[in-house]
């Protein structure tokens, strides 16, 4: 009995089950359609990601530098290629570490708590700015007495056109906020969009 309706089932003799080229063609077309839509999407958030993680690794420097400064009781600093001051954390930080964070030991030398961040070649990192943390964790531009306030480091990406940018600021000398903007970071208007 099974046999008798396996035999009925079969397709009539000369025709065979399958697909036509026709089909295979639009289904191999609507296929390359469906990736060619999802590529740059896919790129985007790619680059967005990586924007997002090299802003994210400044902000844990910075945040680094004040808990250090506060648990060891001493001055630390986050580097910038300029304006890093004087004095022993000015020295160390020199001109290529952008990012990376010194402190002072007992005896007045500076030393690495934290390498500068790796940076992906596509990221274009702009306007850092120098801070020093007191033993009391308020940041200020070295040299200066005033609470820090205004920019600390804008982020581009060229890969996006919109909110290709990551700004991270700084209100008080201690409150830390990121966001994203598609134009330049300004000095010291935050955007609205910050957090």
Known sequence: MCFQNWVDDAPPPGRQRG????????????????????????????????????SYDYFLA?????????????STQVCAASGNGSGAL???????????????????AAFLLRAAP???SDIEVANVAA???SAQGLARAPGSTTPYRGRLV???SSALSAN?????????GILLKTCSNTAACDANTEPSDCQ
């Open 19 to 54: 697909f036509t080229v026709i089909e295979l063609l639009v289904t191999i077309a609507v296929m390359a359609i469906l990736v060619a839509m999802a590529v740059p999407s896919y790129r985007s958030a790619i680059a967005s990601n990586r924007l997002s993680v090299a």
């Open 62 to 74: 910075v945040s680094e530098a004040r808990v250090e400064a506060v648990r060891r009781n001493t």
């Open 90 to 108: 000015a020295t160390a930080c020199g001109t290529t570490n952008t990012g990376a964070v010194y402190a002072l030991d007992s005896s007045g």
């Open 118 to 120: 790796e940076i992906p």
């Open 131 to 133: 801070l020093r943390y």
């Open 154 to 156: 804008d982020l581009k």
């Open 164 to 172: 290709g940018h990551r700004c991270i600021y700084m209100t008080a």
